[in-house]
DNA sequence: AATACCTCGTACGTTGATGTACGAGTTCTA
DNA sequence: TAGAACTCGTACATCAACGTACGAGGTATT
């Protein structure tokens, strides 16, 4: 949901309510057809909608630009998840509430990044994930000065590693090809992704 | 390198040695192309090749056909690389030899894996991929074994674990998300497979 | 040296998706 | 309720990549 479509949001001449409801329509529908296969169609999508193609590029001028309100829309969504988070307290702890409550959204738009990332240039991507990561950054940074997070690894690439945890385990979700009832999944990603942040025990050689 | 590009290796009729040699220039080309753009042309392909594209499609039916051997061919590398490493001893110590010798080529084959999952039927790229994938399988499974490796998740995850996270490394490079000094990279991929694939120390809550 | 094999250019046919044009009908909004 | 905004079908223009056809030359192999 969240329309706020308006490239430059602000001074809009104001569109119809129906109008309004259609395009909250596509962009749901983009995010589920384009979450289940990176290469759906704009058709594929105007079906999905219960809209006339027509329709659709009467508010998108181009796919690039539908798929970017896609992505949008769901940043959004995953940064209202973020913000609902208690980040504060124990950085380890805090870290696995985060994952436990964003994994759902993240698996479900895990194909759509890989669509955005084929069709948007390679900077509006990183622009648009800019809010959360920033927000998981600083929880990652926290735990390093907190001493539960480990220190001798750049936190941008622990973020990075975060984020490929998840993706990989989206994909292999996605294709079948991990054979575990889904509600462990978001079990084991949270082991793996808090067992690569955690401080190493032994001084490592 | 590693031509053998008959589908069912055996009784063929014989090729001519220039044509031996074109279909080596072409795989390798296919390999550096997709390697760095997942959706290279035929056209492309042939130009890199130095081999006019009517000679590509000589040898190969289809872009498929193509990438298919492509892929192959890099697996076959890798398995050969995965061969030469001493994987006797300490599980932790072989694993950490294993993915320094590795990364080089799955870094740069990372794009065409991406290429052959949008072309290849789903089932074909596993099968290709199944030498190698037994190969570290076992490896996670002896180090388990040992106790040096965790046991409370499913071996085909964690190896899956550190192909994400191989994967996900190769693809920040590539878009020049990660802002590493090149051969640090290989370093930090390495410390982060191990600490996920590692016995956790406290028994964990 | 004869022959079968290989290269490769040009040109064409095909497919699949994107985006545009027009226009008639419908539904908000004021 | 008048008019502007919106819907949406059909039809078409475009474009890019794939794959095929033909045929004139080269080059390995025997």
Avoid: C
Avoid at 127 to 154: K, S, W
């Amino acid at each position: 949901m969240t329309a706020s479509t308006g490239s430059g949001a602000g001074t809009r001449p104001r569109r119809r309510a129906d109008a309004e409801r259609s395009i909250a329509r596509i962009v749901a529908a983009a995010r589920g057809r384009l979450g289940s296969d990176p290469n759906a169609t704009t058709d594929d999508i105007a079906k999905a909608a219960g809209v006339g193609r027509m329709t659709l590029y009467g508010h998108f001028k181009t796919r690039a630009e539908l798929v970017d309100a896609a992505l949008r829309d769901a940043v959004q969504d995953g940064d209202r998840t973020l913000a609902a988070v208690d980040l504060r307290g124990d950085a380890y702890e805090a870290m696995r509430r985060l994952l436990v409550s964003s994994w759902a959204l993240v698996a479900e738009s895990a194909a759509l990044l890989t669509a955005a990332q084929g069709v948007l240039p390679a900077g509006r991507v990183r622009e648009l994930h800019a809010g959360p990561a920033v927000r998981v950054g600083e929880l990652v940074r926290r735990g390093q000065d907190q001493g539960v997070f480990r220190t001798d690894m750049p936190t941008a690439w622990l973020v990075g590693v975060v984020q490929h945890i998840l993706h990989g385990a989206a994909e292999d979700v996605r294709g079948g090809r991990l054979e575990l009832p889904p509600g462990e999944v978001s079990d084991v990603v949270t082991k793996s992704v808090l067992a690569v942040l955690a401080t190493p025990p032994a001084p490592g050689p």
